[in-house]
């Protein structure tokens, strides 16, 4: 599974901007997609997961209420819109995969990892 990130950006404060996440593999439909995120000096950390229909959808404390994920299986697409972005939503954004059946909320969950998008959000 190859997973290829776009979207990031420099942004102000309380703007929105949607990453997306392109997974070449033929049965994107079995597979969890998460979105995780690594500031500076910091972990990598959970921020959104799907499950294959989109039925169920686990986010992060940090980001529930502006950040929304959705994927598009006849695209082999998975999206995070992200609204009323803050500084502290500064940092790299990793797109996930693992073909399993809930969604992962753990890094160690996923064995298929994009190569990241920067998104810098200035206050």
């Known amino acids: 599974v190859q997973l290829q990130a776009c979207g990031g950006g420099f942004v102000q404060a309380g703007a929105s901007l949607r990453l997306s996440c392109t997974a070449s593999v033929r049965t994107f439909s079995t597979y969890v997609m998460g979105w995780f995120r690594q500031a500076p000096g910091k972990e990598r950390e959970f921020v959104a997961a799907i499950n294959w229909s989109g039925s169920t959808i686990y986010y992060a404390d940090s980001v529930k209420g502006r950040f929304t994920i959705s994927r598009d299986n006849a695209k082999n697409m998975v999206y995070l819109q992200m609204n009323s972005l803050k500084s502290e939503d500064t940092a790299v954004y990793y797109c996930?995969?693992?073909?399993?059946?809930?969604?992962?909320?753990?890094?160690?969950?996923?064995?298929?990892w994009g190569q990241g998008t920067q998104l810098t959000v200035s206050s």
């Open positions: 996930a995969a693992q073909q399993t059946i809930l969604p992962l909320t753990s890094v160690g969950g996923y064995n298929h």
